[in-house]
């Protein structure tokens, strides 16, 4: 076994002399095609942002702005459209591949683009609209013919709210809309809503973060293209504050227009409010900290930490007025205001031990407005500590009201006949001391076990639900009340007379502007406040599938809109694509029906892009020798006007051309653009591997020659397409002198492998 190993480890040892003998000095690697000129790293080029001009072309150099870029050779050039045009719209720009040498003139074209102006008649059977170029004349409408009315002019009305004469002029870069304006004025109706910011809001947000509930809304009647009017006094109280920045944002130049779909939007905000626990130092009595809370009026306290039980909270202005816990909410506290939005609670004192027993008992009116012994109940031990009287003030909330009260002596001991023709129950007013603790004895404790339970009944507030829609009617709902399940028709309303027959209830909102999430759940209840619910009536919806025929920027594959509506907002003005120009939308493949994207539309639809090609460019290439001689016979082409060309030299036999590659930028439609490659004559050089000629180099391709002493080992095309025969001495290529003996070395070990291997064969025979 260890013989076997050991003539397999000569074995290894002799075919690793042999390969290291065999292997070249160095190693090659694949050389670029040749050129005369070395190609740079980088280059410069330039971008040629151009507006189309009024005859459609984009050959008016007064209508150009030039930059220049720096690009990577070998990669694509980087145009954006970085210019801003108003009344343009600019186009997808075609990249080119950068090469070591020629023109380059990227052009970004910016598209004149058609506005829409909607007139408005005062009678939507008469309405119409009209299309122009930018920049293009308008041309006079024809007068309305209303009943009754003479027609004047038309009016339109700017971004400041400032109404103004139309007469047709120059198309201005934005769609218009303007009114008919009679002797008698048009009058049409406008709703006002008004908002109160949410209580579940935190403070401190910005006007765009806030979100509101609607309160009340209105219907006023004015002349049309008159300023909107709304009232910011009447409602506003000390926890109800008008929002001037935010009202006035959002209705800004707002007049009432004559189709009655005009809303304007009115908001209040939720004051900021503060809690403070003040705490004391009991040995001196005197204030020691602050701890401070903030929240705006209604938000919960539930972040609050509680009242330390340790602690007797006190009123700020009346050390014997205490409380045992903080109020729900960010709102009024009897007795602990220290002005409208501060509230105080002080711990100037410990607690005593609570030495009694007497506890309240809540009771919660049922959803359907009955008191069952099945009803919600919580219960809760009274803090008397030892005083020796002691009252208790029961509070109201948003939904639930203390109506009655009265003493048992046990938690299940409560009547479910809640009225006032009951004489055990007293009834409960706002802020009314009831009795917990008289001269040490506790009130209600009939049985003198020390134990007394004081009934409390709640009862749910009752708010108005009011429907905007065919009658407007409204309904008184309890808190709570499942609103689906009470309300008779709700899921299949009336649709009112101004809404087209073809329309479809889509649901009910609880804002008028009717967005997703606002839309009325399956689960919804009655809030603790008045509501108003919004009918949404809206026509079927269509598809319109868009076939762009190849266009290279984007396009919505298919378009959802209402029946009847267009889809003018959802199509990009002008589309692009690579060397042609966009000619319109069409209803057909074959383009015999134009298509406008305006037009109301009443079944599904299919779009077809049109495209036509673009003013074409003479270009040839030629190849010549740095005299001018013609080496090849040029090629012609024709390419689009203003496009650059990337074009690969043609391989001559003998010559190298200056650069391997060039770019044309075809900036002329009336002479040829030519591109020219200049080629120069390569030698032929036999040199060794140390750089001595072998013969003299010669003009052209020459073959390989044999030379006495020297070893052909490589031909090559240098970087400058010169031929390249090298050859090596027949010596070891060692790389230097100091490597010989290495080399002989591994000669050595290849012999003395070769005999043990003879040696070892003729013992084993």
């Known amino acids: 076994m260890k013989k076997k190993g050991f003539r397999l480890l000569l074995s290894f040892a002799l075919v690793c002399s042999m390969l290291a003998t065999a292997l070249p000095a160095a190693v090659y690697a694949a050389d670029p095609a040749p050129s005369i000129q070395t190609a740079p790293a980088t280059r410069t080029y330039k971008v040629r942002h151009v507006r189309q001009s009024l005859d459609g072309t984009y050959n008016d150099e007064s209508m150009a702005e030039y930059e220049t870029l720096t690009g990577n050779v070998g990669q694509k050039t980087e145009a954006t459209a970085n210019r801003s045009y ?136 004015q002349n049309v293209n008159t300023a909107v009017v709304y009232d910011t006094t009447a409602r506003e109280t000390k926890y109800m504050k008008y929002n001037s920045a935010k009202t006035a944002a959002d209705n800004n130049g707002k007049t009432v227009s004559g189709d009655g779909e005009t809303v304007v939007n009115v908001y209040y905000d939720r004051p900021v409010m503060t809690i403070t626990k003040v705490y004391y130092n009991m040995d001196t009595n005197a204030e020691d900290h602050r701890e401070s809370y903030r929240g705006i009026y209604g938000h919960s306290t539930k972040d609050v930490p509680v009242l330390d039980k340790k602690f007797r909270w006190t009123s700020p202005t009346d050390s014997q007025f205490s409380t045992e816990n903080i109020i729900s909410s960010f709102t009024e506290r009897y007795k602990f205001m220290v002005d409208d939005y501060h509230i105080e609670f002080h711990a100037r004192v410990l607690a005593p031990e609570t030495v009694r027993k007497i506890y309240a008992v809540y009771h919660y009116q049922n959803i359907d407005g009955t008191w069952t012994r099945d009803m919600r109940k919580e219960k809760s031990l009274l803090e008397t500590y030892s005083f020796s009287s002691f009252y208790y003030i029961f509070g109201n909330s948003d939904s639930y009201t203390n109506v009655f009260y009265y003493y048992t002596n046990s938690e299940d001991e409560f009547t479910t006949n809640v009225d006032a023709s009951n004489p055990d129950l007293k009834p409960y007013t706002p802020n009314l001391h009831v009795d917990l603790v008289r001269n040490n004895q506790i009130i209600g404790d009939y049985d003198g076990d020390g134990v007394a339970y004081l009934h409390l009944y709640k009862k749910r507030n009752e708010f108005t639900l009011r429907f905007a829609n065919a009658d407007n009617n409204s309904v008184r709902l309890l808190f709570g009340t499942p609103i689906d399940s009470e309300i008779s028709g709700i899921s299949n309303p009336i649709k009112p007379a101004n809404v087209p027959a073809h329309y479809v209830f889509a649901g009910w909102y609880t804002v008028s502007s009717m967005y997703d999430k606002t839309k009325l759940s399956d689960k919804a209840t009655m809030p603790s406040r008045d509501m108003v619910l919004y009918a949404k009536w809206e026509e079927p919806h269509i598809k319109v599938t868009v076939e762009g025929n190849g266009a290279t920027s984007a396009l919505p594959s298919v378009i959802d809109i209402p029946k009847m509506g267009s889809v003018h907002k959802d199509l990009p003005t002008i589309p692009s694509k690579d060397g042609y120009w966009f000619a319109g939308w069409f209803k057909d493949a074959a383009f ?41 016979s040029s090629v012609t082409g024709t390419g689009n006007l203003y496009s650059v060309l990337f074009e690969n030299a043609l391989s001559i036999r003998d010559y190298a051309p200056d650069f391997a590659s060039k770019n044309l930028t075809l900036s002329s439609a009336n002479n040829t653009n030519v591109l020219t490659f200049v080629y120069s004559k390569i030698r032929t050089y036999w040199v060794t591997e140390d750089n001595h000629n072998l013969k003299d180099p010669e003009y052209g391709t020459k073959p390989a020659e044999k030379f006495e002493g020297y070893t052909l080992i490589r031909t090559y095309t240098a970087k400058n397409g010169d031929i390249i025969h090298l050859y090596r001495k027949n010596v070891p290529n060692t790389g230097d002198s100091a490597n010989i003996a290495q080399f002989e070395a591994m000669l050595a070990m290849s012999a003395l492998g070769l005999a043990a291997l003879a040696i070892a064969k003729r013992k084993h025979s």
Do not use: C
């Open 86 to 221: 108003e009344g343009f719209q600019a186009l997808v720009p075609e990249q080119v591949t950068i090469a070591p040498s020629g023109d380059i003139t990227v052009s970004l074209y910016y598209a004149r683009k058609e506005f829409t102006t909607y007139f408005k008649t005062g009678d939507p059977d008469q309405d119409f609209y009209e299309t122009f170029l930018y920049g293009t004349n308008q041309s006079t409408p024809a007068q309305p013919n209303i009943p009754g009315k003479i027609f004047q002019n038309w009016e339109y009305v700017d971004e400041s709210g400032v109404a103004h004469v139309w007469t047709p002029g120059v198309q201005p870069g934005k769609d218009m809309v303007v009114s008919a304006k009679y002797d008698v004025p048009f009058q049409a109706s406008y709703r006002v809503n008004y908002w109160y910011q949410k209580p579940t809001d935190e403070v401190d947000l910005a006007d765009d973060q806030k979100t509101y509930n609607l309160i009340d809304t209105e219907v006023k009647v």
């Open 592 to 632: 015999t029906q134009p298509f406008d994207v305006n037009e109301s539309l009443a079944q599904d639809t299919t779009i077809y892009a049109k495209w036509v090609g673009r003013q074409q460019a003479n270009w040839e290439i030629r190849y010549v020798d740095e005299a001018g001689r013609v080496l090849a």
